[in-house]
């Protein structure tokens, strides 16, 4: 049987090349085989730290049995959702809509024309819980495609129009305003969670992009109700077993109200978000527990997802081998009283169990305990040395692939938690991470810049970016441009942001979620809703934007305009669901505002100026500091010294304040 997936760039795609399954990657060849065999096509959509991917693939892909009925009765095709995004909305929007649920592990039978005919998730070897098997699943598609052909060929073509016909209502014109603003205010108050921080009942995701509305709205009208709901949610996640107590960084969300148990994978995405959510609390309260969780998890993105190629990978696994060498979920995080006795000592020991909330009964599973910090704050030494014993541990797995979207957030993160605290070997990393996009990524060709999604160990992936790796990126090097001083990123991502408006723009401010040119798929993916990370609609809006303010450039304005018509219209009725996409139109009420610093880069009068800048809490305010009348940014055109002093200009809305030399003054000017 030949080995399809041995080549693959996805570590999900790596871990299912020594299966029984005859798998295929996504391609066209797939397809034509199952054409030629007259067999259905079964897609299988995960990501490698997913734990029941995992399950899945031990129970039924690495079975000989099950494996030996697939491949005799369909070509089975194996997609990493996080490498082809674009496969995995599309057949998951039809999932959702045909049982009302989604999720991974995704299995989809379709034609070998690519309509999907039946669907579900997880399927156990044996049936459980009015669940059928994986293996009842195989035979009863196999006998309906024997004996029903077309009526399963009449299922697969009615599901396609039906998704057709879902056209999105895009809101309208209009950019969302004040009466939008407190619609979308009063409906986060209603599903704010006034005991326990954050929105919803349980599980509870990190709401980074609500977050960064509600700080962006305070900071535009003062409203302390917005600054209150954003400051307790941080604090309770920062206290409760999401957070890593020893190591920083954040699990990708947790299973209860409490904040208690985690589900213990931890994602690029979630880190950057987060690491730029609690930066910018800081800025806005001075607030030390959010300074220091802003610094540590930036410093586990550094240490734990940094590549050898200077990029950030995609994922640490939920699973590890426990102390019996199971494999089991959260094994390399968790701790009983015991253990911590055997690391600290006795007294010690029984300190570290009061202050990290560890119990004899355990709040996780087998008496094991999630550490968190529900009092005082932990003893430096404490935390070392327990974090030292955790180090000798099995660890989790790690997806070593880089995905541009998600360096992309974490470039903008490391920089300006860089600039904050005054650590440049954090925006060393970010541009290490900048350059890598660049030489790796980027495809300079006569048509323009043409991005890559993937890739893994210095080699690209096969996949096209979609919007997301385009607006991302560009958010990443567009917050690099401020912070170092250096235009050549703001050029990359005007080449990046040009791509999105020749390619990915639609009828009425409308974007697609990937290219014109790309590859056709029975529904052409759009989605405007902010998830785990902002939807490619509205980081693009925010890109643009700021590359508008920057630039001056009256397209791209028009264009973030035009997408946030759907803030307009979602905002409302869904705030929870379209955060980053409120916080782009706060900015864009705002001005937003332009700084450019002028000065020479060796005055400590030029840092001054520059640190008050990019320390503004106005929102979506973009920064130049260069040399007087320099031509290293649009902004610094025609702005001389003042009085041979380095000097701010501030304007917004094409108005501008007088030109100051005092850093003071400069806040006053920005915050007022």
Not at 29 to 41: I, L, N, T, Y
Not at 48 to 59: M, T
Not at 80 to 102: C, F, H, I, K, S
Not at 476 to 495: C, D, N, Q, R
């Amino acid at each position: 049987m030949a080995n399809r997936l041995a080549q693959a760039t996805s570590p999900y795609l790596l871990q299912h090349a020594d299966n029984p399954v005859d798998w295929w990657p996504w391609s066209e060849e797939a397809f034509e085989e199952a054409r030629r065999r007259g067999v259905p096509v079964l897609l299988s959509v995960g990501y490698s730290s997913c734990h029941w991917c995992h399950v899945l693939a031990h129970e039924s892909f690495e079975d000989e049995q099950t494996a030996a009925y697939m491949n005799e009765h369909f070509v089975s095709v194996k997609v990493d959702r996080e490498e082809r995004p674009d496969v995995d909305a599309v057949y998951m929007e039809a999932l959702q809509a045909a049982t009302g649920q989604g999720g991974w592990p995704m299995s989809v039978f379709m034609t070998p024309d690519g309509e999907p005919f039946y669907f579900g998730t997880y399927f156990p070897p044996e049936p459980r819980q009015g669940m059928p098997s994986f293996r009842q699943v195989l035979e009863g598609v196999h006998a309906a495609w024997r004996d029903r052909r077309d009526e399963v060929a009449e299922v697969g073509a009615r599901i396609v129009q039906e998704l057709a016909g879902r056209s999105l209502a895009h809101g309208g014109r209009g950019v969302p305003g004040e009466a939008e603003f407190a619609q979308a205010l009063l409906g986060l108050t209603r599903d704010y969670d006034e005991r326990y921080g954050g929105f919803g009942r349980a599980p509870k995701f990190p709401p980074s992009m609500v977050v960064e509305f509600l700080l962006r709205h305070h900071a535009r009208t003062g409203a302390e109700g917005a600054l209150q709901m954003a400051a307790d949610t941080c604090e309770a996640m920062a206290r409760g077993g999401m957070y890593d107590q020893l190591g920083g960084g954040f699990a990708r969300y947790a299973v209860d109200r409490e904040w208690v148990v985690p589900h213990f994978e931890k994602m690029l995405y979630d880190n950057a978000l987060l690491c730029r959510v609690y930066a910018h609390l800081w800025r806005t309260t001075g607030s030390e527990l959010a300074k220091r969780v802003a610094l540590e998890t930036a410093d586990f993105m550094v240490r734990e997802l940094r590549t050898a190629e200077g990029g950030f990978a995609s994922a640490l696994d939920a699973d590890s081998d426990d102390a019996t060498g199971r494999h089991v979920e959260g094994a390399f995080y968790v701790w009983t009283p015991q253990q911590l006795r055997d690391v600290l000592g006795d007294k010690d020991g029984d300190r570290a169990a009061d202050v990290f909330g560890v119990t004899g009964d355990g709040t996780f599973e087998h008496g094991t305990s999630v550490l968190q910090l529900p009092g005082e704050e932990a003893d430096p030494q404490l935390r070392a040395r327990l974090l030292a014993a955790r180090e000798e541990r099995p660890r989790p797995g790690r997806d070593d692939k880089i995905v541009a979207a998600w360096n992309g957030l974490a470039i903008a993160a490391l920089a300006e938690v860089g600039a904050y605290f005054e650590r440049p070997d954090l925006i060393e990393r970010a541009t290490e991470a900048a350059d890598l996009l660049v030489r790796l990524h980027m495809d300079f060709s006569a048509q323009g810049v043409r991005l890559v999604r993937t890739s893994k160990d210095g080699r690209a992936g096969a996949n096209a970016g979609v919007l997301e790796d385009y607006a991302d990126v560009a958010e990443g090097f567009l917050a690099l441009a401020s912070v170092s001083g250096e235009g050549t990123w703001l050029e990359f991502a005007g080449f990046l942001l040009d791509i999105v408006l020749d390619q990915f723009m639609a009828e009425g401010g409308a974007l697609y979620d990937t290219a014109h040119d790309a590859e056709q798929l029975i529904r052409r993916p759009q989605d405007p809703t902010d998830n785990a990370a902002p939807s490619g609609w509205s980081a693009a809006a925010g890109a643009l934007l700021s590359y508008a303010a920057h630039t001056g450039s009256e397209a791209h304005r028009a264009a973030a305009e035009g997408a946030l018509g759907v803030v307009k219209a979602l905002g409302p009725r869904a705030p929870r669901f379209i955060g980053w996409g409120l916080a782009v139109a706060e900015a864009l009420l705002d001005g937003p505002r332009e700084v450019a610093v002028v000065g020479s880069q060796s005055d400590p009068a030029t840092g001054e100026l520059h640190r008050a800048a990019l320390l503004t809490r106005a929102p979506g305010a973009v920064v130049a500091v260069g040399e007087a009348d320099g031509a290293e940014f649009p902004l610094l055109r025609g702005r001389p010294l003042l009085d041979g002093r380095p000097a701010a200009y501030v304007c917004r809305n094409f108005v501008c304040h007088a030109p100051t030399s005092d850093a003071d003054e400069l806040s006053r000017q920005l915050n007022g």
